[in-house]
């Protein structure tokens, strides 16, 4: 028999109940602070060694990021993907804003069109890259089509041009992400007061003035959100493009990511590789953290 009180059980009972949720979380930390964290600090200090086809741990302090930064083919990475980005965030968020505004017009068949415009973002970039470089490809998809149906003059060539093939990358993210954006906007759109739309609506305002000035200031916190999830898909487009098209013609589609895989894997430049590595991870640390902390702090009183 024990010879425990009933008070003293009590408190053992509060302190598992108190600690066994730590102890089932403990090994998951334990996995992701050495997985993730230990390996970002790792490839951190690579960024700084003499690695070269192997890690060397020698300390050659910024020599390897002063490779990076005078490497002409990092400058075409970002170029390539300040270009990609831009049109891409934009061309999301424009296209999505414009469907949930047609959406929540309580159309019919709203919820078949919703899951028509949101399937594409349960595809992975590697399925959208795949698909649409069949269809952009000159001797399969669309120009061969064309010909094959008379219009022998048609032309769009646009994959293996390489003034215009980072703009089929863009033509399939967009197609891909627009739909998740519309979600996001349309979630927005039905949380806004209709009592201050009636409002205006009785005052003899325009639809366009309504939106303007009503409706729209009101998607703040919805266009900030879209901007930091589409920045952050955009600097990990490395998928798609690689389905895509390889990150050329020549260089033509190159980004940071396929940048660090190249030389990480191909070259046998690790330590420019984990350059580049570290400085996208800054990026999307200088996007995210501003936002979480904008997201996550209290409200002042």
Not at 161 to 169: E, F, H, Q
Not at 264 to 291: C, D, K, Q, T
């Amino acid at each position: 028999m024990s010879n425990a009180s009933p008070e003293q059980d009590g408190g053992a009972r509060e302190r598992l109940q108190r600690w066994l949720p730590k102890l089932v979380l403990s090994p998951s930390c334990v996995l992701v602070l050495f997985f993730v964290y230990g390996f970002i600090a790792w490839t951190s200090y690579i960024s700084f060694s003499d690695s070269g086809m192997m890690p060397d741990y020698t300390w050659v302090g910024l020599h390897q990021w002063s490779r990076l930064w005078t490497s002409w083919t990092w400058g075409i990475a970002l170029h390539n993907i300040w270009v990609f980005g831009l049109l891409y965030i934009i061309s999301c968020i424009v296209l999505g804003l414009i469907l949930a505004i047609l959406l929540d017009q309580r159309i019919r068949a709203e919820g078949v069109l919703r899951t028509i415009y949101l399937y594409p973002m349960a595809l992975s970039f590697i399925v959208t890259g795949t698909a649409w470089q069949w269809f952009l490809n000159p001797g399969l998809g669309l120009e061969k089509t064309m010909h094959d149906l008379g219009w022998q003059s048609f032309s769009f060539n646009w994959l293996i041009d390489s003034n215009m093939a980072i703009y089929t990358v863009v033509i399939a993210a967009v197609w891909q992400a627009t739909g998740f954006v519309m979600a996001m906007f349309l979630a927005g759109l039905r949380g806004i007061d209709g009592e201050m739309i009636k409002a205006a609506q009785i005052d003899g305002a325009p639809a366009w003035k309504i939106y303007a000035r009503i409706i729209i200031p009101q998607l703040r916190p919805v266009f900030l959100s879209a901007v930091v999830v589409l920045a952050h898909l955009a600097i990990k487009s490395f998928d798609l493009i690689v389905a895509m098209t390889g990150g050329g013609p020549g260089n033509a589609t190159a980004v940071p990511a396929t940048f660090m895989y190249s030389y990480a894997f191909s070259r046998n430049e690790m330590g420019i590789a984990a350059a580049s590595a570290v400085f996208m991870l800054a990026v999307i640390a200088a996007l995210i953290i501003p936002y979480l902390y904008s997201e996550l702090r209290e409200p002042r009183s």
